[in-house]
């Protein structure tokens, strides 16, 4: 099971970048896969996730109405789609396996950086 998160780099406040999320090893459609992120110095935060099993999509306040979370099946893949983005959204961006979504998570991707300065 590896899941593989990519998309992030440098953007300005205002910008937006999408995050990729490739799960191997498994079948997405059966797991609830969570974006969450860590800024330096603090702990980590969960920002969206979404479950095929029950239909269920959860938002962090923060992230509802700048985020969007799709995914892609038939390609294992999930993507965080981050607009507007200000330079408190700089963190390194993680996604996660759970059975649903409010079960614990058990299988985590190796992070993908955001920066966002100008």
């Known amino acids: 099971v590896q899941l593989q998160a990519s998309g992030g780099g440098l953007v300005q406040p205002g910008g937006s970048l999408r995050l990729s999320c490739v799960a191997s090893?498994?079948?997405?459609?059966?797991?609830?896969i969570g974006w969450f992120r860590q800024a330096p110095g603090k702990g980590r935060e969960g920002i969206s996730c979404?479950?095929?099993?029950?239909?269920?999509?959860t938002w962090s306040d923060f992230a509802k109405g700048r985020f969007l979370i799709s995914r892609d099946n038939a390609k294992n893949t999930v993507y965080l789609q981050m607009n507007n983005l200000k330079p408190d959204d700089t963190a390194v961006y993680y996604c996660?396996?759970?059975?649903?979504?409010?079960?614990?998570?058990?299988?985590w991707g190796q992070g993908t950086q955001v920066t966002v300065s100008s």
């Open positions: 090893g498994f079948t997405l459609d059966n797991y609830a």
């Open positions: 979404t479950s095929s099993s029950d239909g269920r999509t």
């Open positions: 996660a396996r759970a059975p649903i979504c409010a079960y614990d998570y058990d299988y």
